[in-house]
């Protein structure tokens, strides 16, 4: 009698154990695909950024319409309007990136 009883325990916690462990293994795998995107998002915004910085430095440091420059700002060489879209977009963007940045520090 004393042996049927410890078996079923010892069975029953093992059912408990194994769901359980199945349970929290779907969670760590939700959030371990999550945080992969995540820290993939966040790795596209910032090559965005840069490439965006790398733009308007080029654009901003030549004086006459080089080839590069007429690459990124067009052909028409309208340094003004293209900086008055560059500078916001660069600000906004940036400002993504800090909040997603905030919002996933780990207390650095």
Request: proline share 1%.
């Given at each position: 009698?004393?042996?049927?009883?410890?078996?079923?325990?010892?069975?029953?916690?093992?059912?408990?154990?194994?769901?359980?462990?199945?349970?929290?293994?779907?969670?760590?795998?939700?959030?371990?695909?999550?945080?992969?995107?995540?820290?993939?998002?966040?790795?596209?915004?910032?090559?965005?950024?840069?490439?965006?910085a790398d733009?308007?430095?080029?654009?901003?440091?030549?004086?006459?319409?080089s080839e590069?420059?007429?690459?990124?700002?067009?052909?028409?060489?309208?340094?003004?309007?293209?900086?008055?879209?560059?500078?916001?977009?660069?600000?906004?963007?940036?400002?993504?990136?800090?909040?997603?940045?905030?919002?996933?520090?780990?207390?650095?």
């Amino acid at each position: 009698m004393l042996q049927n009883t410890f078996i079923t325990i010892m069975l029953a916690i093992t059912v408990i154990t194994s769901v359980s462990a199945f349970h929290y293994k779907v969670k760590f795998d939700s959030l371990t695909i999550q945080s992969h995107i995540n820290n993939k998002s966040t790795m596209t915004l910032v090559r965005d950024i840069a490439q965006l910085a790398d733009d308007i430095h080029l654009v901003s440091h030549h004086s006459d319409c080089s080839e590069m420059t007429q690459a990124v700002i067009g052909e028409e060489c309208d340094l003004g309007s293209y900086m008055e879209w560059a500078a916001p977009e660069l600000s906004k963007e940036t400002k993504k990136l800090r909040s997603i940045i905030n919002s996933t520090s780990l207390g650095y």
